[in-house]
């Protein structure tokens, strides 16, 4: 007889689980937006009476007023003597400005360390109409509660946005251990923030404050830690999230067009140019005979020099990596195209010379061929996904169609893609040693282990015969070997990456065969099994 009311719950608690779940608040363009997890829920005015507590956002400001003034303080050196070290460094290390600003170590921004004196500081802000929040020193606390539109217009004047932006894309990069970077790319840049609950002080509440990459200010808040937040709503964010060209689309990249093939003349209509700025449609004769149409918005520069005509194209290294895509592949599919792009931007940083202010590089089948006219909007919108994206950790090179090692091949990032893989994916496969990093500041999360991985490989070979006849045995593909900075070994099994020491002891090669065994039963009980992965792991090395 009580069949009916369980069904009934059965069929409510979908409903309850829902209504716990609270929706996260995304503040942008003068509108509020309520999230799902997955898709939008409301959209409607943003309201002046929204407040927030101002949580890690106050380190931003301080950041931007040393930037700004040409302060040179100290580093912040890490003595173990506060419990805040954690989110600086480690105990005899110390941290710089960029990098304290992304880890949120708010002993670096300390006023009272930096030496900022109240009246400065309140006179230097009410120059830029501030809210009292922001003037009062003592009260640019995490507790303190500010409104949200206040917020964002602070954002929209605070100085030194140019070089905040760049270096807040390492929060991306490093969040849910480069999830949210795959989901979103590079279209956020914004200082994270979490706080105690407001009903309920043993909860957490946390979001982010900044821009987007056009320079749009930010803000989110939601229920959990900030990290959490990112995590759990980069789906549905990646929905609402503009792809606009970025505000720094970065310093200009001079091309020498058709560095291969000389040129005979360039002609508007009948009238053979001259050297100097070309504007508009026109006409590319070759000395073997060949023509081709071409149109600058001012961007190309016609040199007639001896024996031979050149063209130089200047543009600004976003737009370049466009239309190296426009030129070699295609826009579609469009997961495929992201990796791509990664993949041009990185080769031009590892492979342009400089000249002057800006990098060079020629146009040609031995580096990177260019269209010679302005990027469609579509090519356009993948290179500002991206903008800013590099691999590091690896030489990267790419080919339409064979792939190999540190070399992507269009045509089966085009398979994968179609297959539902994502960029990033796409890219671990083709590039297995290297991470994904910002344009100016590239760091590798894995420092490879060449002998390591060497020693791996020649291993595997005399294995198989014994492993294969082993239950949920899958032999690794691609894997990486990397060096283990501290703590024991392990296997990310994402990225299918092993960290350890290193092959010269003993003890090195049963870490390296042991981490490989949990990542080639990774499917099945067994790579669970702590017990049976290092039984097998000394009778392969020892027996």
């Known amino acids: ?49 929204l407040q927030a507590p101002l949580g890690s956002v106050w380190k931003l400001f301080v950041y931007a007023w040393l930037v700004d003034t040409g302060a040179r303080e100290p580093a ?20 710089e400005r960029d990098q304290a600003l992304v880890k949120s170590c708010g002993l670096y921004f300390e006023p009272a360390r930096l030496g900022i004196d109240v009246s400065g500081w309140r006179a230097y802000w009410q120059a830029r109409q501030a809210p009292e929040w922001l003037l009062d020193l003592p009260s640019l606390q995490p507790a303190t509660r500010v409104s949200v539109v206040e917020l964002l217009r602070m954002l929209a004047l605070m100085p030194a946005q140019d070089q905040a932006r760049r270096v807040l894309l390492d929060v991306l990069l490093n969040a849910a251990d480069g999830n949210v970077v795959g989901e979103l790319g590079s279209r956020l840049r914004v200082k994270t923030w979490s706080w105690l609950g407001d009903r309920d002080t043993a909860s957490r509440q946390g979001g982010f404050a900044g821009w987007t990459t056009d320079g749009t200010p930010i803000w989110a808040g939601g229920r959990g830690t900030s990290q959490r937040v990112l995590r759990d709503y980069a789906q549905a964010l990646s929905v609402v999230l503009p792809t606009s060209w970025p505000v720094e689309a970065g310093k200009c990249v001079e091309v020498d067009l058709f560095s291969r093939y000389p040129l005979q003349r360039v002609m508007s209509g009948d009238r053979v140019m001259s050297s100097g700025l070309l504007r508009g449609d026109y ?106 994206l590099v691999l590091t950790g690896s030489t990267v090179t790419y080919h339409s169609n064979q792939p190999g090692l540190d070399r992507l091949s269009w045509q089966l990032a085009v398979d994968q ?96 065969t042991h981490e490989y065994l949990h990542l080639a039963f990774e499917a099945h009980p067994n790579g669970q099994d702590e017990t049976y992965i290092e039984g097998l792991a000394r009778h392969l090395l020892l027996e």
């Not at 912040?76 to 941290?95: F, L, N, P």
């Not at 990185?346 to 000249?355: G, P």
């Open 1 to 49: 007889m009580y069949r009916p009311w369980v069904w009934l719950l059965l069929c409510l608690i979908p409903a309850l689980v829902s209504a716990q779940e609270e929706p996260l608040r995304l503040a942008f363009k003068d509108q509020l937006l309520t999230l799902s997890r997955t898709q939008v829920l409301s959209r409607e005015p943003l309201p002046d009476s």
């Open 283 to 388: 006409r590319v004769e070759f000395v073997n005979g060949n023509q081709l149409d071409i149109h600058s918005d001012g961007d190309l520069f016609l040199l007639n020099d001896s024996p031979s005509p050149k063209l130089v194209a200047r543009l600004d290294r976003e737009e370049y990596v466009a239309r190296v895509l426009q030129r070699e592949a295609s826009a579609e599919p469009v997961e495929a195209a992201k990796a791509l792009a990664v993949a041009i931007r990185t080769y031009l940083l590892q492979n342009a010379t400089r000249r002057g202010d800006c990098l060079s590089i020629d146009d040609s089948s031995q580096h990177q061929r260019v269209a010679p006219r302005p990027a469609t909007a579509q090519v356009r919108s993948i290179a500002a996904w991206t903008s800013d």
């Open 76 to 95: 912040y050196e890490c003595r173990g003597q506060s419990k805040e070290d954690v989110y600086c460094c480690t105990a005899g290390g110390k941290i």
């Open 417 to 512: 893609a179609n297959a539902g893989q994502r960029y990033d994916a796409i890219l671990l496969h083709a590039y297995p040693r290297a991470s994904l990093s910002r344009w100016d500041n590239p760091v590798a999360s894995c420092e490879a282990l060449p002998a390591a991985q060497d020693w791996l490989q020649k291993q595997r070979r005399g294995w198989r015969p014994r492993l294969e006849s082993e239950a949920g045995y899958n032999e690794v593909s691609t894997f990486a070997v990397c060096r283990l900075a501290f703590g024991r070994p392990f296997v990310d099994r994402e990225r299918q990456r092993i960290y350890a020491r290193g092959v010269l002891s003993l003890q090195d090669r049963l870490d390296l």
